[in-house]
């Protein structure tokens, strides 16, 4: 079946560490995007691409960095420069950047500081 | 600024009785519009969509959602609720034709319960 596979599904960093979230798809998208969730706040763009060796920063991008080597896979780097990085991580693809395509979303990271 | 409202935290309906989950929306032109779910610990799901054309739109599970341009409204609902239709609910707009068209504009969500 096609789809997003976010791992892993839990994340513990400790202090000073950089940590990266894997996001692979085979939906064969050309536009992937990361969001955070936190309670009660929806969902927070970090970072898009809408292709290969190509991305944009969205609107939280601060302490994070991403690559994007290959179409299928968009990979999330939190860094130690995030103070604050408890949170719910979805990963998300849609066939273009634009226009009326839904976006289709991973099963997302939990990531927790120790 | 763009933005979109969901103006309830938290619904609840007993079972078998229709629900409605509200979203406005404050985006310029003619937007794009979006319903997605999301269950405890798992991604969101796309439910339903408007682009343009009929105002009532049909999604999967049964749920429909009614645009009203002139109440800037994209209300989700469903004729008889099911306690599987509790979870998180995500109202999202797109500008096309905005700055940041690629960029979906979220709503903080409306938790619904569907008690039995």
Not at chain 2, 56 to 78: C, D, I, R
Request: charged share 20%.
């Amino acid at each position: 079946d096609g789809g997003i596979t976010q791992s892993p599904k839990y994340l513990f960093r400790k202090e000073g560490q950089n940590v990266t979230l894997s996001c692979e798809q085979n939906l064969n998208h050309d536009a992937m995007y990361w969001y955070r969730q936190d309670p009660g706040q929806g969902l927070r763009l970090i970072y898009y691409s809408q292709i290969v060796n190509d991305f944009q920063k969205g609107d939280i991008a601060e302490g994070y960095s991403v690559s994007r080597e290959k179409k299928e896979s968009f990979p999330l780097t939190v860094t130690s420069a995030q103070k604050n990085p408890t949170a719910f991580y979805l990963c998300a693809s849609s066939i273009s950047g634009a226009g009326g395509q839904p976006q289709h979303f991973g099963d997302g990271t939990r990531l927790s500081i120790l | 600024a763009q933005s979109v409202a969901q103006p309830e935290d938290q619904v609840n309906v007993a079972e078998g009785n229709p629900l409605t989950v509200k979203c406005t929306y404050s985006v310029s032109g003619n937007p794009y519009l979006f319903w997605y779910v999301q269950y405890p610990n798992r991604g969101l799901q796309f439910l339903l969509k408007y682009i343009t054309g009929d105002n009532l739109v049909k999604g999967s599970y049964g749920f429909e959602a009614e645009f009203n341009k002139s109440q800037t409204s994209f209300h989700l609902k469903k004729p008889s609720a099911l306690v599987s239709d509790s979870a998180l609910y995500f109202c999202a707009v797109r500008d096309p034709y905005g700055d940041s068209n690629y960029q979906l504009i979220w709503g903080a969500g409306t938790k619904l319960i569907i008690k039995p």
